[in-house]
């Protein structure tokens, strides 16, 4: 009997070790991982930089406060702000959080308390980011909500035009929906929104807690839009498994935050830059991000060629080594069946798989990636008789 609260569907894995896309589990049974701790092992497990710069700060200083100066935080905030439209970056612990202080500072900055997100969208599991998340079934038996949010489709450029009052302080978006299906903003929707902003003088608020950190072949997947975001979220690859999260502003939102108005015990600890300068000395280089471009493409036409008769497959979609496969059914069987099979993959939502390797990924675990699930896909025709 487990003495944890039930809040997970868990699965019959026990995960004992990890060494780069390779996971081992008790059994001694080995598994491509393709879920990568949910977008946030990017470098691999037990990336010997990261574990390096990691182990070096444990024998040297775990916490002060950040009543302290801290090297580490001066150090990965200059390099955010330089490889981003961001200028000032604040420390916290996880995601939730980071869209937790975005809310918070748009409140204080604007004067104003309605914000507009996405239907579909995922932005957290607090009470705040819960309520900027646009689905019904994360607010379940939780409410009342903050009552300040409203949803708009995705790619709907006059619904978000009709919902954006006088009375916005933001929009809150994720350039590609994560949890909500691995959907992508078109460039038409991401060029009004960007208008929409400045002609309402409303703030863009980019979740990339997702999409961040090199996941899409770009530092930030609102690079692929030339959008400019006055506030950017991160979280999940930031750390590669160490847990941090950050909020990156613009200079004009300096003043909001000053000192007493917002913080966190843990935030920006020695242990958690430690992971995140290492992580970004790695991801930003130009080079590394070029070979993600190259293997998402590389992979996404492999799959789109092996699986191009398969009737199940509905649409195959992505960027960089964000990838989603669309199927006419649900696809809860197949991730079980692929799993079998030693490859491991998620679900976005009931009827979208969603594929998240390593970054670090070799273009021969692809392809062992795309030959096991064209294998489950064809087999899964023939239960359904198709
Ligand atoms: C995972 C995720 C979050 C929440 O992050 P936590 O660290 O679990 O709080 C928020 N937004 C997006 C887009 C995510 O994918």
Redesign the pocket.
Known sequence: MSALFPTYAKWDVKATKGQGALLTDDQGKEYLDFIAG??VCNLGHCHPKVNEALKNQVDRLWHVSNLFQLEGQEQVAKQLVEHSVGDYVFFCN??????EAAIKLARKATGKHKMVSLTN??????LG?MSATGQDKVHQGFGPLLSEFTYAPLNDVEKLQAVITEETAAVFI?VI???GGVRLMSQDYADSLSLICKEKNVLLVI?????GIGRTGKRFAYEHYNLSPDII?L??GLGNGF?V?AMIGKAHLKSYFEAGSHGSTFGGNPLAMAAAGAVINEVFEDDFLLSVVNKGETFIQQLQTSLKDNTLVKEIRGLGLMIGIECHSEVAPFITACREKGLLILPAGPKVIRILPPLIVTNDQLRQATEIITEVMSEQLVTNGL
């Open positions: 949910i977008a996880s995601g939730a959080e980071a869209n969208s995922f932005h957290g599991r607090t980011s994720e929906q994560g949890e979740d990339e807690i997702q999409t979220t979280a999940k847990p999260g």
